[in-house]
């Protein structure tokens, strides 16, 4: 989506929705837009330390350019679920280290996130790494806090969001609820 310009679901809900047009907030985009040089995925890392060693892999790489000619690489790890082992993350670290000392900025994201909420991962990448800092209020509700609670409240299926109006917020029977965006209509039209 970003490669190919498709971000329109990046700018904030507020300016989007309502045409406000913020200027700084415009400028922001604009440069984050020409900025980025590069993004690609599994890029190969040697081990600077370790002539023989396998190459690092990571998930992914976020190559920007500044006017001012400074470079960012920006990695974005996607962690599975292995990486919660202690001593899995004992090595994730170290290698955190090993690579901020070659100038890679690394951000790590739980996979299962991934699999359920891409754009919320990427929303809350994009702001961590500062590169659009106001890009983690795009998603509607925060509310999901583990896989369980990513439930539809009116179909009762699991949710995941694909895009910014597949999961919605409204006001349902004199309660807030979390819905499908097909289920929202369904329960307009009381079907």
């Not at 700084?24 to 440069?31: A, E």
């Not at 739980?110 to 990427?122: H, K, M, N, S, T």
């Not at 929303?123 to 609670?149: G, H, Y």
Request: a negative charge; aromatic letters at 12%; one cysteine or more.
């Amino acid at each position: 989506m970003i490669t190919r310009g498709h971000i329109r679901e990046l700018v904030p809900y507020r300016k989007y929705r309502e045409g406000d047009e913020d200027p700084s907030y415009k400028d922001l985009f604009i440069s984050f837009k020409s900025s980025l040089c590069q993004l690609t995925g599994q890029f190969i890392v040697p081990d600077p330390l370790e002539e023989w060693k396998a190459p690092y892999l990571l998930d992914q790489l976020w190559i920007m350019l500044y006017p001012d000619r400074k470079v960012r690489l920006i990695g974005l790890e996607v962690d599975g679920e292995v990486h919660l082992e202690p001593e899995q993350r004992a090595r994730d670290r170290r290698r955190d280290v090993m690579l901020a000392a070659m100038g890679y900025e690394i951000y790590r994201v739980a996979g299962w996130w991934c699999r359920i909420d891409p754009f919320r991962v990427i929303c809350e990448f994009l702001s961590a790494s500062n590169l659009l800092p106001d890009a983690n209020q795009r998603p509607v509700t925060s509310r999901f806090q583990t896989i369980n609670d990513y439930v539809c409240d009116y179909c009762g299926n699991p949710l995941y969001r694909r895009d910014e109006d597949w999961i919605e917020e409204i006001e349902y029977e004199g309660r807030s609820v979390i819905m499908h965006g097909g289920c929202v209509e369904m329960a307009k039209h009381g079907e």
